[in-house]
């Protein structure tokens, strides 16, 4: 069974246009997070939700907007993509704040 | 900011040797956890150390941490291809965990 699944797994899309990444954990957790990981491999955190609620918004353009619809589904929307968006974005959760358990991973190409 | 820093930032190894990877972080904090993440895969946890712990078991693993040197070691004993994969460490409690930029390890069959 799949913890944490996110889809799609690769978006290939043209600079301007807006997209949009699903998340669902069936684990339980009360807690669901945005990633970001760079061509260098390098990952950083985006936001954090908690019980639906925005926790932490790590200073990201606010042409990406996420959204909770309840406690099991985190997607995250990105308005006028641009090329440096270009990039791996993982969704996450965790209970309690526990552990985290990550998805596969979407990757965003913006040409 | 970056928290943790691994160390190296590539290691390649023949399969049955040992690896060792080293992670320096720079504020206080209350565990450190070692995640692993297999190419084009999500990271996967793998073991957690709390700041009043010197070492830790699990399987192959064996993890140090050392808090007056803000340093932590990960080592895989008798590596195995499928050991093949990126490691981070990562601080900060999971509601904001902070990773490094990882080191990546190839274990050649």
């Known amino acids: 069974d799949t913890a944490v699944s996110q889809t799609p797994k690769y978006l290939v899309t043209q600079m301007g246009n807006d997209k949009s990444i699903k998340c669902e954990q069936n684990l339980g957790h009360d807690t669901m997070y945005w990633y970001k990981q760079d061509s260098k491999k390098f990952l950083k955190i985006m936001f954090s939700y908690n019980n639906k609620e925005l926790i932490i918004n790590e200073t990201v353009p606010n042409r990406f907007s996420p959204k909770s619809p309840d406690k099991a589904h985190l997607n995250l929307h990105i308005n006028s993509l641009e090329l440096g968006d270009s990039a791996v974005y993982f969704c996450?959760?965790?209970?309690?704040?526990?552990?985290?358990?990550f998805g596969n991973g979407t990757r965003l190409t913006v040409t | 900011s970056q928290q943790g820093e691994e160390d190296p930032q590539a290691l390649s190894i023949q399969e049955g040797e040992n690896a060792t990877m080293n992670c320096s972080y720079k504020t206080s904090i209350n565990n450190l956890q070692w995640y692993r993440q297999n190419s084009g895969r999500g990271l996967v946890h793998l073991i957690l150390i709390r700041s009043n712990e010197r070492e830790k078991h699990s399987g192959r693993l064996r993890v140090t941490l050392d808090t007056s040197k803000k340093s932590s070691s990960l080592l895989i004993t008798a590596s195995r291809a499928a050991d093949t994969a990126s490691y981070f460490c990562?601080?900060?409690?999971?509601?904001?965990?902070?990773f490094g930029k990882g080191t990546k390890l190839t274990v050649n069959p």
């Open positions: 996450a959760s965790s209970q309690a704040y526990s552990t985290v358990h």
């Open positions: 990562a601080t900060g409690g999971s509601e904001k965990l902070v």
